[in-house]
């Protein structure tokens, strides 16, 4: 079996993705364990609200990039 410092170094891709799907488990679990429903409601809704800010914001920048692409022609 490997240990785990070997299975990081062994396979990186692997390991990034259990450690953000874990440390989000973590998170919601802590704040539920020590808050309650209400708090880890809020950071949930946090969580997703932030999520459609930044794909607002992408969808936003990579537009002026082509709309300024498309004028310089």
């Known amino acids: 079996m490997l240990s785990p410092s070997a299975f990081f170094q ?5 390991a990034l ?3 953000q ?7 919601m ?5 020590h808050g309650g ?3 880890t409601l809020l950071l949930a809704t ?9 794909c607002l914001l ?6 002026e ?3 300024s692409a498309t004028k310089a022609s």
């Open 21 to 27: 799907n874990l440390s989000a488990q973590l998170a």
């Open 37 to 39: 429903v209400q708090p």
């Open 10 to 14: 062994r396979y990186p891709q692997e």
């Open 29 to 33: 679990g802590y704040m539920y364990d």
């Open 58 to 63: 992408h969808a936003y920048v990579q537009r």
């Open 46 to 54: 946090l969580v997703s609200l932030a999520s459609v800010f930044l």
């Open 17 to 19: 993705f259990l450690q």
């Open 65 to 67: 990039k082509r709309v």
